[in-house]
């Protein structure tokens, strides 16, 4: 199935590793010229520098922090540069871990920042360009707690659940300029933030507490792979997926407990 992304322009925070390299491998993989973004400059210069030797694309690291609207502008500044954005995935992110009651002020808004106004300002500079291009395709990497909370952290939950919101307004207001914008709400990915967390908490027995995690969340008892994921947000972005307008699709090994 030829996905119609050679030469097109996507560009993917939090591409560094995790499901955002990912993606950008996926997007490249089809013959995309890609962004990669993520705050720390030598990982966003390697993971640009394989990409491009790999699949033969041109690929552009891009070091910024997305919680600020700096960092933002960076990004956006850099698609304009490579001609303007085709395609955009607000991927960058992080669990928590935390009580309401517990939680100051400033942590609650620093992963607004993080998840939500990432989203907001980058989508308000990348959608310019593809209009002028004539049209383009926004993803929101949510997350399955955006529907279904895991009770030790709320923040996460709050923030993703706003995160799915926002894409549904926004395809609503994009879709006249051939804009269509999508959320993923991936269950369990194996990360390597996964695979350390397992680490620090339970040493050598890493293996057998994310099976326990898989079995405990998910009907499929594992983790997905980050290409399974990938995947289906990259054909999410292409062309093939064209009546997919405003939803929030689970990709979640039967994660969620509700229809
Ligand atoms: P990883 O921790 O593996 O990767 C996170 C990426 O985001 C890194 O490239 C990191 O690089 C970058 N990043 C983090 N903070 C910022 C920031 N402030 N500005 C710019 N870049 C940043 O995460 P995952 O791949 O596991 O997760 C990716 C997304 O998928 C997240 O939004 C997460 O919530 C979501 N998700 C993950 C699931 C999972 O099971 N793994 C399940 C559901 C959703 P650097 O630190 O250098 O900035
Ligand atoms: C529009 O130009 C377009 O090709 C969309 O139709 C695709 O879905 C997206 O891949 C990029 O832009």
């Known amino acids: 199935m030829d996905l119609g992304l050679n030469g097109k322009l996507a560009v993917v925070t939090g591409a560094s590793k995790g499901i955002g390299l990912g993606i950008a491998r996926g997007f490249a993989r089809e013959g995309a010229n890609v962004i990669v ?3 720390t400059r030598s990982a966003v210069d390697e993971a ?4 491009a030797a790999e699949f033969g694309v041109e690929a552009r690291g891009v070091a910024s922090d997305v919680a600020t609207a700096e960092g933002c502008e960076a990004i956006v500044g850099a698609a304009a540069e490579m001609g303007g954005a ?6 960058a992110g992080t669990g928590s871990n935390e009580t309401v009651m517990d939680a100051p002020d400033e942590k609650w808004l620093d992963f607004w920042n993080l998840h939500v106004m990432a989203a907001v300002r980058l989508s308000r500079g990348l959608a310019a360009q593809m209009a002028d291009k004539g049209g383009g395709a926004i993803l929101m990497n949510a997350s399955i707690c955006a529907v279904q909370p895991l009770w030790y952290e ?18 609503a207001e994009l879709i006249d300029r051939n804009i269509r914008v999508n959320t993923v709400n991936p269950g369990l990915v194996r990360t390597p933030d996964w695979e350390n967390t397992a680490r620090e908490l339970k040493g050598d027995r890493w293996e057998d507490y994310l099976q326990e995690v898989a079995d405990e969340h998910a009907t499929i008892r594992r983790f997905a792979s980050v290409d399974e994921v990938a995947d289906f947000c990259v054909f999410l972005c292409s062309e093939r997926a064209s009546y997919a307008v405003g939803s929030a699709v689970h990709v979640d090994g039967g994660m969620l407990k509700t229809v």
């Open 154 to 171: 709320p923040i996460y939950n709050v923030t993703k659940s706003a995160m799915m919101m926002f894409g549904k307004c926004l395809s």
């Open 37 to 39: 973004t993520a705050r």
């Open 86 to 91: 085709d395609i955009f995935v607000s991927n």
């Open 48 to 51: 640009a520098a394989d990409i």
